[in-house]
């Protein structure tokens, strides 16, 4: 487990106790370059599924903190939220809800396209995590992390974000589970 900054672990621990997840989990350090910043990702084992896990981003590159649930690799996973970090906007004034599309293997191989960016509220899997949340002097959006099928991205790319949260309440969209099942 890497060494984690103070405002780091205050991160972790706030997000741990805000989603039914273990008190002990793994953290991996990824950097985009070689001479840039590290981007420290953390998960958890799910106290109710232990064959799933919450996995988030700790904030390193300021604005937003990203927070998904998964039965995929943890490590995985990792690695595709600190991409999706450094490609979100992190600029307080952008929008709570953001698509982007992401061309990956791993994510092909599971019948997934890209990723949408939702307030943990416009989301029924994070009741007890609020949309935003300030450690002293650092102020960060918090965004649920739903993978999104290539049927799921055309939608939020033609009908708007909205319209894809809307379906997700209307079907009972299991974000947990990572790979793709074709209707």
């Known amino acids: 487990m890497e060494s984690l900054g103070r405002l780091n672990a205050r991160i972790f621990v706030y997000v741990l106790e805000h989603v039914p997840a273990a ?30 896990a919450v996995v988030l981003t700790l904030g390193n590159l300021g604005g937003r903190i ?5 039965d995929a ?12 970090e450094r490609e979100a906007p992190a600029d307080p004034s952008a929008p709570a809800d953001v698509v982007l599309s ?7 191989a599971s019948g997934r396209a890209g990723v949408a960016l939702l307030p943990p509220s416009a989301t029924r899997f994070f009741p007890r995590l ?14 649920a992390v739903v993978f999104l099928s290539p049927d799921e991205l055309a939608l939020a790319r033609a009908s708007g974000v909205e319209a894809l949260a809307e379906r997700f309440r209307l079907a009972g969209r299991n974000i947990v589970r990572f790979a793709h099942r074709a209707r």
Do not use: C, M, N
């Open 23 to 52: 008190e002990k989990g793994w953290t991996w350090t990824f950097h985009a370059a070689p001479d840039a910043p590290g981007q420290v990702v953390a998960a958890a084992p799910l106290t109710v599924d232990p064959g799933a």
């Open 66 to 70: 990203l927070v998904t649930l998964t």
């Open 73 to 84: 690799e943890p490590a995985r996973v990792a690695e595709l939220l600190a991409r999706v």
């Open 102 to 108: 992401l061309e990956d293997p791993y994510l092909a």
């Open 130 to 143: 609020p949309d935003a949340v300030r450690f002293e002097a650092d102020a960060f959006a918090i965004s």
